[in-house]
Nanobody, 122 residues
Framework: QVQLVESGGGLVQAGGSLRLSCAASGRILRRYAKGWFRQAPGKEREFVAAISWSGGITYVADSVKGRFTISGDNAKNTVYLQMDSLKPEDTAVYYC???????????????WGQGTQVTVSS
């Protein structure tokens, strides 16, 4: 079993930056692929970024490409999402996830955190 806890969300002005963290307990996180998803009010949960279990492969959604970066620190059992040049449309609850498969689909991931709110004001 893997427990995931996100942190780092908050309120930021457009153009600003935030770094989200996702700390894992239980099984060792490095054995899993990790991902970030987000869900805005009234919308489906959507893929944001993923990183392979080794950390050697990363993938981000087109909507955040060039602005968001996913990284991991296996020694700390933590994965990060660096978000720069934030836009109001980035406002959502952000969730981290871990799973056996590396991908952009929700079903690729078995474990989910509780989410952290990110609000970008214009």
């Amino acid at each position: 079993q893997v427990q995931l806890v996100e942190s780092g969300g908050g309120l930021v002005q457009a153009g600003g930056s935030l770094r989200l963290s996702c700390a894992a307990s239980g099984r060792i996180l490095r054995r899993y692929a990790k991902g970030w998803f987000r869900q805005a009010p009234g919308k489906e949960r959507e893929f944001v970024a993923a990183i392979s279990w080794s950390g050697g492969i990363t993938y981000v959604a087109d909507s955040v490409k060039g602005r968001f970066t996913i990284s991991g620190d296996n020694a700390k059992n933590t994965v990060y999402l660096q978000m720069d040049s934030l836009k109001p449309e980035d406002t959502a609850v952000y969730y981290c996830a871990a799973g056996q498969s590396y991908g952009s689909r929700r079903q690729d991931y078995n474990y989910w955190g509780q989410g952290t709110q990110v609000t970008v004001s214009s």
